[in-house]
């Protein structure tokens, strides 16, 4: 697992390790080339994921099962609906 900074680092590292043969999975799950798995996350995801209020960590855990890569600004809208 490998948790990033922000939405770029997350982007990189993503793009990083699907070039070249690797598979994208859901839930920011994937396999490099190699047939290494990894997940791919955001620190705010946990943040909003592990949230002391129960909608807003139900709204985050629902927007994350519809993604692959996570788009932290997806889940953040979600939650906000």
């Given at each position: 697992m490998v948790e990033t900074d922000d939405q770029a680092e997350t982007d990189r590292l993503w793009t990083a390790l699907t070039t070249n043969g690797g598979e994208e999975s859901h839930c920011g799950w994937l396999k490099d080339r190699y047939g290494v798995s990894w997940q791919v996350f955001p620190r705010r995801l946990t943040?909003?994921?592990?949230?002391?209020?129960?909608?807003?960590?139900?709204?985050?855990?629902?927007?994350?099962?519809?993604?692959?890569?996570?788009e932290i600004a997806d889940?953040?809208?979600?939650?906000r609906a």
């Open positions: 943040e909003l994921t592990l949230h002391a209020d129960r909608s807003v960590s139900a709204k985050a855990f629902a927007a994350m099962m519809k993604q692959k890569k996570i889940i953040e809208a979600a939650v």
